[in-house]
């Protein structure tokens, strides 16, 4: 297991936290709250080693949509990058709403 | 079937399965009534399982709510199959075992409140091993204690079903709901396969599987009280109703005479299949004297 922490800037405050997604196969669970200050903060728990810089590119391309002031907590059990992206604007859409 | 060659019934169902366990705990409650206690915000997870290099769940696989079923209070604990195989730990154990205490704790103070259980399990965290094993006997206690005063009632939907210690837990639910889908049992295919050679058990035979731990036989041996369609409303209704009768007579667990009687009359030697099985065993219905 490793564990990879990222900061990015953010602009707006968040309404509510939002929690998606189970550890199981292939899937990842996202727990999204929000956080003081302008700066959004992401801290992985991933079962796979060694993709810091997939994780990176991943959250570098959600970070240019969202500007969120929020702490996000993603516990990963190998799902694709595809699947993380999913789950991420899942999460958003849940606090949004 | 209409005239369309589908069954509308079976497409517009909304299928329990396919929902992860904090959407069938939901499901089962009063719309509206359902609150989750020690969520995943609260962070009470694992401490065992990052130390051998497996990624934590925040709520530990193990989903406890609190609310009305059929207007009378009812906890619900439901556990994540999909989350290290709905496995039992130290954290996922205490916290179904606490919520059965406080429910028991509101019923002697005269609130009744019911309890389900969703088991989707294989039974004890291996990586885990010892605790699990102390939290399940906690757990069958809280369990005994708890349906002297309301029912409990254990639902296995599937599709992981309910095996190894936690079929102990669920042996001595007040009612067992299953659908076709689910499995229930002791032992599963694979560890009887490993333990006593393919000859005994083929685990790769998925028809001999679900004919000896599947659903269907579970109800027609008079192992479950109930044998449900993949509907949640169904399930739903299905839950209320067990809810609403109240604690049974007798336990299924407290049966020990005919239990034992029935197993001292099986003639082992000659190999039972699991339809001769069932036509010894038919109980539902059936004239025996319960005691």
Known sequence: MEQIEFNYPAKRKVPKRAHV????SGDLEVLLEPSEGEV???FIRTSVDGFRDTWKAVLDRFFTKYDGAVRIQINDAGATPGNVQLRLEQAVEVSDR | MNDKGYNANFINRQSFIELDARERATALFDAGTSRE???PFDRVESPWLAMQGVTPQEDDGCVVMKGKISGQAAVVVALEGAFQGGSIGEVSGAKMTAAFDLACADNERGIRTSAVMLLETGGVRLQEANLGLATIA?????ILALRKFAPVICLTAGTV????GM???AGLASYVVMTREARLGMNGPEVIEQENGVEEFDSSDRELIWAIHGGEQRYATGLADALI???TLQIADAIRRFVSMGVPAVHRSSQVALYRNRIAKLDTSQQWDPKGFRA???TNGSSEEKR
């Open chain 2, 167 to 169: 079929s102990l837990a």
């Open chain 2, 229 to 231: 369609d993949d509907d």
């Open chain 2, 161 to 164: 079903g309910c095996f190894g």
């Open chain 1, 40 to 42: 959004a903060h992401v």
């Open chain 1, 21 to 24: 997604g189970v550890v199981g």
């Open chain 2, 37 to 39: 206690l020690l969520g």
């Open chain 2, 280 to 282: 010894l065993w038919t």
């Open chain 2, 138 to 142: 906690e757990l069958m206690g809280s």
